[in-house]
Nanobody, 124 residues
Framework: QVQLVESGGGLVQAGDSLRLSCAAS????????MGWFRQAPGKEREIVAA????????YYADSVKGRFTISRDNAKNTVYLQMNSLKPEDTAVYYC?????????????????WGQGTQVTVSS
């Protein structure tokens, strides 16, 4: 069983930055494909970014390209989402997800484990 705990959300103004963290349990974090998703009120959950096991391959939704950066530190069992130039439309609950023993990145919802989410609110 893999446990994921997100942190770093909050209330910010448009144009500000936030860094989300997702701490994962387990001894095999370096085998996990990881992803960040978000869900705004009344909308479906959507992929934000994904990263492969060693950080060598990444994926971004078009809506966040050039503003968000996904990264990971396998020594700390943690994946990050650096969010810059935040917009009100980035307001959502952000979730991290893990798929163990997968060498690529996963840009769909086909993950095995999910965190509880952290709220990001961007005011105009």
């Amino acid at each position: 069983q893999v446990q994921l705990v997100e942190s770093g959300g909050g209330l910010v103004q448009a144009g500000d930055s936030l860094r989300l963290s997702c701490a994962a349990s387990g001894r095999t974090f370096s085998t996990y494909a990881m992803g960040w998703f978000r869900q705004a009120p009344g909308k479906e959950r959507e992929i934000v970014a994904a990263i492969n096991w060693n950080g060598g391959r990444t994926y971004y939704a078009d809506s966040v390209k050039g503003r968000f950066t996904i990264s990971r530190d396998n020594a700390k069992n943690t994946v990050y989402l650096q969010m810059n130039s935040l917009k009100p439309e980035d307001t959502a609950v952000y979730y991290c997800a893990a798929r163990p023993y997968y060498s690529g990145y996963v840009e769909t919802s086909e993950y095995d484990y999910w965190g509880q989410g952290t709220q990001v609110t961007v005011s105009s």
